[in-house]
């Protein structure tokens, strides 16, 4: 059997990865999983959190599957330092995946009048969205031109036994082939699928070319073809292994009100117009796990979708300049670069390849080698000692990114600004940095010095 939710889960619960909790005590569906998971960030604790009971409900809920980085890199067997570069390889060596003929995701199936989104325990998160959301549900979709899949993470509003909301971000692969099957006055097929190994998750937000495929990716990710399925009521293939998998399809020109959802900027989006799912078949394990991820601005949506970002944008960057060392998406919109300058003008380079690599990217600083990209303290002292500004910062006005972004435009029309705090010309050439020596530092013990003052310190904590 491939390597599926429950195996991860069970590893996740051996190993204790991040922590994993199980939670006897009955949860309400509305608000009290965020209640819990917000008090744990506030803690900065993201434990795998296992909900036996849920009101209402017979399925228990999981959350922050992927909020931690460990947990993610150790399900792929490697270590948190080699993540990154290990989703980077796989979109080298993509895998094709195989048809299996029987599945666990299809154990139970129900059609037509037995379909019942109801029983999910959807949860409401925050006190902004509108209704109910599935927000862990991969959406699978085929292009019609080529019939090469498409995956993608998209908020469900549950608005009955058989109806879903979808909200398909402009620009984004999903909404193009949406869009394709209007312009044929058809609808669009799709399959979601809930409670998926971190592989499919990081695979499915891969960002790259419409003709890159997602499915290929997850397979180099998890190193051996993927198992699938063919589904019950659509022409669409899903994981074998999945908990539960919802098919349907998108009417072409209905819109109906979607949201308003608390998202991950930490706000929440206008009410809006959004294409509607009809669900034609739930087909589920026995005894199906429910996967969530907590809406808004919390660790496991920022922690999930940063890994294949930062992935991409270093694939992408690296080939424009091969001098770039390290990047990290610090905050929403928001990427740092580091790289090892040779030339004048390679800073300016490295960002111009960002912007291309990614719509969502709205803010890009680039800094030398010798800043810690973790460290925000850092980056901050080299923009304030390496940037002027009337130099240093260009602008790009009214491109796409967000939609999302609450400063934006609407359907994300924002402007975009690149920062190279870089030392002009170079580190080697700038103010030298002051530091104790290396022999002195490594010589003075404060014990022989200040030991008093140690030893109250230590009592005291
Ligand atoms: C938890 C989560 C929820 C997301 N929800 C949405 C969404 O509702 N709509 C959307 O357009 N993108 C959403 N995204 C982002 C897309 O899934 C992501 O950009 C993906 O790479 C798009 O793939 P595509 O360009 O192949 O369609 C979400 C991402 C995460 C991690
Ligand atoms: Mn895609």
Not at 8 to 13: A, I, K, N, R
Not at 60 to 75: E, I, K, L, Q, T
Not at 152 to 159: C, D, G, P
Not at 211 to 218: A, K, R, V
Request: glycine residues 8%.
């Amino acid at each position: 059997m491939d390597e599926d939710f429950r195996s991860f889960l069970q590893e996740m619960e051996e190993t204790k990865e991040g922590g994993f909790v199980r939670i006897a005590k009955e949860i309400d569906p509305s608000y009290e999983l965020a209640a819990i998971v917000t008090k744990l960030e506030q803690a900065r604790q993201v434990p795998l959190l296992f909900f036996e009971k849920v009101k209402g409900h017979a399925m228990p809920v999981v959350v922050n599957c992927y909020a931690d980085r460990g947990r993610v890199a150790r399900s792929f067997g490697v270590s948190k330092r080699d993540l990154t570069q290990r989703v980077a390889q796989a979109y080298q060596r993509p895998i094709p995946s195989i048809e299996v003929a029987n599945a666990p995701a299809q154990e139970e199936v129900y059609q037509g009048s037995k379909v019942d989104l109801l029983k999910l325990p959807a949860m409401v998160y925050h006190n902004t969205d509108a209704a109910p959301y599935i927000t862990a549900g991969i959406v699978f979709a085929k292009d019609p031109d080529t019939g090469q899949y498409n995956l993608s993470y998209n908020r469900l509003m549950v608005k009955g036994k058989d109806r879903l909301g979808i909200f398909m971000t402009v620009g984004k692969h999903l909404n193009a082939i949406f869009m394709k099957m209007e312009q044929y006055k058809k609808p669009l097929e799709i399959a979601v699928s809930i409670g998926n190994h971190p592989a499919w998750a990081i695979g499915a937000l891969a960002i790259g070319p419409y003709e890159e495929n997602e499915l290929g990716i997850i397979g180099g990710l998890k190193g051996s073809p993927l198992e699938m399925v063919r589904c019950k009521t659509v022409d669409l293939m899903v994981p074998a292994g999945a908990e539960i998998i919802l098919e349907g399809e998108i009417e072409p020109f209905v819109r109906e009100p979607e949201g308003p959802f608390g998202e991950f900027t930490g706000y929440a989006t206008h009410p809006g117009s959004s294409p509607v799912v009809q669900v034609k078949a739930i087909t589920h394990r026995r005894n199906p796990i429910y996967q969530g991820i907590c809406g808004g601005s919390h660790r496991e949506h920022l922690t999930m979708a940063t890994i294949p970002m930062e992935a991409n944008y270093f694939r992408v960057i690296k080939g424009a300049v091969p001098e770039v060392e390290a990047v990290r998406v610090a905050a929403p919109f928001t990427l740092f670069i580091s790289m090892r300058k040779k030339y004048e003008g390679q800073a300016r380079s490295a960002l111009i390849a960002a912007f291309g690599a990614d719509l969502y990217l709205k803010h890009a600083i680039v800094v030398d080698h010798d800043i810690d990209l973790a460290d925000l303290q850092r980056v901050l002292w080299a923009m304030a000692t390496r940037v002027q500004a009337s130099r240093d910062i260009f602008m790009i006005p009214r491109a796409r990114g967000s939609s999302l972004d609450p400063s934006a435009e609407p359907l994300g029309v924002t402007d975009k600004m690149g920062i190279d705090a870089t030392a002009k010309p170079s580190l080697e050439k700038f103010s030298p940095i002051n530091a104790v020596p290396q022999e002195v530092m490594a010589r003075i013990k404060l014990e022989d010095y200040i030991g008093d003052f140690l030893t109250a310190m230590r009592s005291k904590r």
